[in-house]
């Protein structure tokens, strides 16, 4: 199939691949490393400070992320069928979930600098929640194929890391 959309014979393909495992690990490398920059990049406390509240960034940033799940979805379906199976799959995936980890820390530490975060936080375990349940719910909402249930999910998910994260309007909640 690939061979055939880029117009070049199946040989040409395997001058550059050893065999599918191996483009399949590159089309992981790739995809993750597209969704990771971009949230990365969202996350980053120099694309929000002094101009966006980070409550709003959260909440783009959610959407963005549930919306990535719409990006090669074939592919992401196989990828993430290969990370049950082969160890070589789970190492790529991991690498680029520690990224994310360690923006998502960035961004509370810089939260906490500016007082907005909930004082009773525990920082330390926080990412892990916070990546965990918006991939889950990010994931779960896009089997559901339908644009209205996942948009509610994303929103729903922002609320809670909202609630979860920030000092709440009047206090902590």
């Known amino acids: 199939m690939i061979a055939a959309e880029t117009g070049v014979a199946v040989g040409t393909v395997y001058n550059y691949f050893s065999d599918k495992r ?33 409550r709003e960034r959260t909440r783009t940033l959610i959407d963005a992320v549930f919306h990535t799940q719409q990006l090669r979805p074939g592919i992401q379906r196989i990828l993430w069928a290969r990370y049950f199976k082969d160890p070589d799959f789970r190492a790529p995936f991991e690498a680029i979930r520690e990224r994310i980890r360690e923006a998502i820390d960035g961004f509370i530490e810089a939260v ?27 994931t779960q909402a896009y089997l559901q194929g339908d644009d209205g249930f996942r948009d509610a999910a994303a929103h729903a998910t922002a609320e809670l890391v909202a609630r979860y994260v920030f000092v709440q309007a009047g206090g902590v909640e």
Do not use: H, K, M, Y
């Not at 906490?112 to 990010?138: H, K, M, T, Y």
């Open 112 to 138: 906490a600098e500016d007082g907005l975060c909930r004082p009773d936080l525990d920082r330390e375990i926080a990412s892990f929640v916070v990546l965990n349940a918006v991939q889950w719910n990010a």
């Open 22 to 54: 191996e483009l399949l690990l590159e089309l992981l490398e790739q995809t993750n490393r597209e969704v990771a920059e971009q949230v990365i990049a969202q996350l980053d406390p120099g694309s929000w400070r002094g101009t966006t509240d980070p």
